[in-house]
């Protein structure tokens, strides 16, 4: 490998001559094939060479390891070069100058994505080098190569927080990565501790020490998060070694440990603050799984804990020490030692000198609130506010609520009338926040869930408060606008008294849910994006929201008249003037359109005009996909609900969406085929502007963007329902089943195939398709020797009920048994009678029913040929029709996952709509195709089966048949359908 030229590559792909740079790039994906290019990357970021060089390398080799290090990825990087890597990546990283901290953490993160994959049993000498390099840097007292792989240990060990719950083969892993990590940790901290107490310790020094103690206390953190190891334990022995005690009065140590010189005077976090924030999360973790190991030095540690916690100040810095603290003592409040809190005057302390200082609003939340709204509204309504000094006040007051509810109440209670008091009475400018305060303690009060998930379902309360009767006097008075709606008062109230709404929309009188949307409308006028935002957010919420019992929506259809006109004009006025893409007003459109259906017919070219010209802007630079996925949903609502008004929606539509393919807007190309599919459903016939799509969604091209192939199989299996014969006559069935062959091979989209395949054999006439059905079959066949997956089967089975019920069985065994001779019989045992049961869905159990019906009651050769295959066939279709198991049914060990991941592509969490965009594809709700019963021609298959079985046993040779199936072990309610019971 030249190393030269590979050094000129990289020092190419960051210049900022763009077009430079893309040569250099795809120049470096072709040599990533190579044998040993990682591993001469790795040799650049070693090298003595400029540090924009070898951080250009860096990010490279980490790239690498993020996306091609998996187990599926041999292809891209080898075995031999994933060892050579791992084999010298440890010492690159501790080797590299302590003056490019940028390039010791792009190579720290790489070593991370090589450890999440391979670590600890493709890597298992990873934790004996760390621990023997850091014993030699302990010795040496060399802190900066200490801290250097105490922070790799850390990266590699964070990973066993993500676990839910100890299995035997977890359990396996950690105890002897524990035992070695365990002695090392305990000697750099004791070290550390000792080192820390040194009297006129210079500041730097001290601050050294206090980080990388906060370093050991995260990789304890990593050690005894799932479960306690050998090594962590006391010795059942008074003269063994007592591990938790050494561990817990270094932390006791540390937490009293005062340093003035470490105080920070700016926005920085002190790192001694930092330190006992960690040491208290430690501690938190102790107290809910460790309780008895704990219990000795509680008090001691609760002492110091509640003293920091009574000292609240509006400090940032302060944040993770309060949080932290408030953390323990719920933890202390859930436990067994919850008497701490019993006393009456404990009780009031906690709640007024810690809950309700941590629960005001700070004048740092009012910066946010004017200067960062968008961080402001995905910290309070999208639930990210997980680490916040409200948000863990609010969990306290549950966690204290689990045994002194009355007593918190009536605390909580008495503070909040005040605090409305003092709102009402009070002339200051300031009195707002008397009530911002009242309005989350009735909040914090109403539910022992969090805030977030009351706030995400709606669930009802504790009943601690009663908040019909709160909304009503307190509430809806915020809500009225009084002529002020553009430019309130105090918006921040407004934003509270809207959210209350969210919140606590299920509490509500049905009957002041279309009051409220109406009111709501107005504040979308608001000038603050909080407000606006939040009324978007309310709208949409309250006409989503359905009665619990009945699952009927609160809103009708019928009640929407009087809201589409203000509701639509102010979203869109809203749209025009924001600062940004706020993807909770596009949405709100969408709620509205599909809440009132037909009747926003009568404004469809006022909601058009601004919609079509959103998409043009958007198609420009797509970066916010929810934003630009319920503005197509929208679009989609709209002709879902109006297909009256499909020629005027496709006058205003198609030129954009032609566009996007012109372009190849990839990003919104799934989009395009759903609605032009939709719009095609609903058409009569299939004019020339779609006619000339088709040939391009033949090409192979297209299916190469794995987002593009569920939208675009959707688009073609409409062109073959509805101009079958054409599509045979422009030689597109070739293409198509070419297509399906290659979607077979897939595992994430062999399903795609089938719905393709599905739709040419129920849709083309068969003497068309005759002469394809053996590659079909083949194509199946072979998938099941390579990737034999559940999945596969299912829908093998399925397509091969519906290919009976269209074209006979007789005429599907002749087929598999022209490929080769006994494949039927191997086809039928081991895929269709082990799986047929794990079949889901309606529609589809009846097909496989209707099928198995016609193989044992109409095919000659089931009952002549393979009569074995008949009797299993039998009792396959009878345990099918009483809802009991198949016999020779194996487990679907896949099939929760397979629904799992069904469910996770189908949906759009508005959280991080900001991270990146692919065109991953994202069904549209309201493109979606109906379920299609493809049996309908019989009604009932239990009822088909009883006629064609009457068939069966006027058979001659049914005597024979009846006597074997009676010693065949059939239970006696299945021999009673057979008539033979």
């Not at 590559?9 to 990533?32: K, N, V």
């Not at 070693?46 to 390398?57: M, N, T, V, Y």
């Not at 007789?810 to 039928?828: C, S, T, V």
């Not at 969490?909 to 195709?929: F, H, I, R, V, W």
Request: hydrophobic residues 40%; aromatic residues 8%.
């Amino acid at each position: 490998m030249d190393l030269d030229a590979l050094s000129r590559l990289l020092h190419s792909s960051i210049s900022m001559d763009a077009q430079m740079r893309g040569q250099a790039t795809d120049e470096l994906a072709r040599r990533r094939l190579q044998q040993g290019f990682p591993a001469a990357v790795l040799n650049i970021v070693g090298s003595p060479s400029s540090e924009d060089l070898r951080l250009a390398a860096a990010i490279y080799l980490k790239n690498c390891a993020k996306n091609y290090w998996g187990a599926t990825c041999d292809e891209v990087i080898t075995p031999q070069d994933k060892q050579a890597i791992k084999n010298n990546v440890i010492g690159v990283v501790l080797d590299s100058p302590s003056s490019c901290r940028a390039l010791t953490e792009t190579l720290a993160e790489c070593v991370t994505y090589i450890a999440e994959s391979d670590f600890p049993h493709q890597w298992p000498d990873l934790t004996d080098e760390l621990c023997k390099r850091a014993e030699a840097a302990f010795t040496a007292k060399q802190r900066p190569e200490l801290t250097g792989i105490m922070t790799l240990m850390h990266s590699v060990f964070v990973r066993y927080r993500d676990y839910a719950e100890l299995t035997e083969d977890l359990v396996a892993e950690i105890v002897p990565i524990a035992n070695k990590v365990g002695p090392c940790l305990n000697a750099v901290m004791g070290m550390l501790c000792q080192d820390l107490q040194q009297p006129a310790l210079p500041a730097p020094q001290a601050k050294e020490i206090v980080m990388l103690l906060k370093t050991c206390v995260q990789i304890y953190h990593d050690m005894i998060c799932i479960d306690l190891p050998n090594y962590f334990e006391d010795d059942e022995d008074p003269k063994g070694p007592q591990r938790v005690a050494e561990f817990m009065n270094y932390y006791l140590g540390l937490m009293k440990y005062h340093n003035p010189a470490l105080q920070t005077t700016s926005y920085d976090k002190s790192p001694i603050d930092d330190l006992k924030a960690t040491i208290t999360d430690v501690l938190t973790l102790f107290l809910n799984k460790y309780d008895s190991d704990f219990q000795p030095y509680l008090s001691a540690f609760a002492e110091i804990i509640w003293g920091s916690s009574t000292q609240v100040t509006e400090d940032t810095r302060l944040d993770d020490s309060c949080i932290a603290g408030m953390d323990f003592l719920a933890a202390t409040a859930r436990s067994i030692h919850h008497g701490v809190f019993k006393d009456d005057q404990t009780l009031s302390t906690v709640c007024e000198q810690i809950v309700i200082p941590n629960i005001r609003i700070r004048r740092v939340d009012v910066d946010s609130f004017e200067d960062e709204p968008e961080e402001y509204i995905r910290a309070d309504i999208e639930g990210s506010d997980a680490h916040t000094r409200r948000r863990s006040a609010c969990e306290l007051t549950n966690a204290l609520c689990k045994n002194y509810q009355d007593k918190v109440a009536e605390i909580f209670q008495r503070h909040a009338m005040a605090l409305l008091n003092q709102y009402q009475s009070s002339g200051d400018q300031e009195r707002w926040k008397a009530m911002d305060c009242a309005i989350y303690l009735i909040t914090a009060l109403s539910t022992k869930q969090s805030v977030s998930a009351i706030a995400s379902s709606g669930v009802r309360g504790t009943g601690c408060i009663n908040i019909p009767e709160f909304f009503s006097a307190h509430i809806l008075p915020e809500l009225n606008p009084n002529g002020r709606a553009k430019n309130p008062e105090f918006p921040v109230l407004k934003a509270d008294a809207i959210k209350f709404v969210s919140t606590f929309r299920n509490q509500i009188s049905p009957d002041n849910y279309v009051p409220c949307v109406g009111v709501l409308a107005e504040w979308l006028k608001c000038e603050s994006d909080v407000v606006q935002t939040y009324a978007a957010s309310a709208i949409e919420k309250l006409l989503s929201s359905k009665d619990l019992q009945t699952k009927v929506a609160h809103v009708q259809k019928s009640q929407m008249g009087p809201l589409i006109e203000p509701c639509f004009m102010n979203l869109f006025q809203a749209l025009n003037t924001a600062m940004r893409e706020n993807h909770y007003l596009v949405q709100c459109i969408m709620r509205v359109i599909m809440t009132a259906e037909n009747l926003v017919g009568a404004y469809i070219g006022p909601i058009l005009q601004p919609l079509v010209g959103i998409l043009h802007q958007v198609t420009k630079n797509p970066n916010n996909p929810a934003y630009n996925h319920y503005l197509f949903e929208s679009i989609s609502a709209l002709v879902k609900h109006n297909p009256a008004q499909v020629p005027a929606i496709e006058e205003a539509i198609f030129q954009p969406f032609a566009q996007i393919l012109e372009s190849d807007v990839v990003e919104f190309m799934p989009y395009v085929f759903q609605i032009f599919a939709q719009l095609l459903e609903i058409r009569p016939d299939v004019p020339q502007c779609y006619a000339q799509l088709l040939p391009q969604l033949m090409l192979p091209d297209l299916y190469r963007n794995k987002g593009n192939v569920p939208a675009v199989i959707r688009l073609v299996t409409v062109f073959v329902e509805k101009v079958p014969m054409a599509f045979v006559e422009q030689n597109h069935l070739e293409r198509a089943l070419g297509i399906f062959a290659q979607l077979a091979k897939s595992k994430t989209l062999d399903h795609e195939g089938f719905v393709l395949v599905n739709a040419l054999v129920t849709s083309i006439p068969y003497e068309h398709l005759k002469q394809y059905m053996p590659k079909v079959m083949m194509v199946m066949c072979q998938r099941l020797t390579t990737a034999k997956t559940i999945k596969f089967c299912k829908m093998m089975i399925l397509f091969c009920s519906l290919f009976v019920h269209m074209r006979g069985a007789d005429e599907l065994i002749q087929i598999l048994e022209a490929i080769k001779p006994g494949l039927w019989k191997m086809m039928f045992e081991n895929v269709w009678i082990q799986n047929v049961g794990k079949v889901t869905g309606d529609n589809s159990k009846k097909a496989c029913k209707i099928a198995l019906t016609k193989l044992c009651c109409e095919s000659q050769l089931m009952t002549t040929q393979y009569s074995d295959l008949w009797l299993r066939g039998v009792r396959a279709t009878v345990a099918l029709l009483e809802g009991d198991d198949v016999v020779g049914t194996v487990a679907d060990k896949e099939g929760a996952l397979y629904q799992q991941l069904t469910y996770q592509a189908a949906s759009l969490g508005t959280k991080g709509y900001d991270e990146g965009y692919t065109n991953a594809y994202c069904p549209l709700q309201c493109a979606s195709k109906p379920e299609v019963d493809l049996c309908r021609d019989i009604a009932d298959p239990k009822q088909y089966f009883e006629q064609r079985w009457a068939m069966v046993q006027a058979m001659p040779q049914f005597s024979s048949m009846g006597h074997t199936l009676r010693q065949s072990g059939m239970p006696q309610n299945h021999l009673r359908v057979l008539r033979l019971g």
